[in-house]
């Protein structure tokens, strides 16, 4: 059964990077097509990008686009969400998802 863990997330400063590693404890990730999501207070949940099992394929949102960038490591069973030039609006609850499996979700903030 798949489970899904994200961490990385913290406070990081307007035009600063983070990582944010997808893991997985019981299952194969490259097995899966990932995509993550973000749900910041008030707003519904958005799909921000995915990646595809294969590693062919990725999609990000117009929002994101140019500055995050998904991939994976398969040595480490993880998919990553490298995020740059972060802004206030990407603060926010980041979620990755595989198969209609959520995980907990960790928090990023962006503000100075």
């Known amino acids: 059964q798949l489970q899904l863990v994200e961490s990385g997330g913290g406070l990081v400063q307007p035009g600063g990077s983070l990582k944010l590693p997808c893991t997985a404890s019981s299952a194969t990730l490259s097995d899966y097509p990932i995509a993550w999501f973000r749900q910041s207070p008030g707003q519904e949940r958005e799909g921000i990008g995915c990646i595809s099992s294969n590693d062919r394929f990725t999609y990000y949102e117009n929002s994101v686009k140019g500055r995050f960038t998904i991939s994976r490591d398969n040595t480490k069973n993880a998919v990553y969400l490298q995020m740059n030039n972060l802004k206030p609006e990407d603060t926010a609850v980041y979620y990755c998802?595989?198969?209609?499996?959520w995980g907990q979700g960790t928090q990023v903030t962006v503000s100075s």
């Open positions: 998802n595989g198969r209609s499996t």
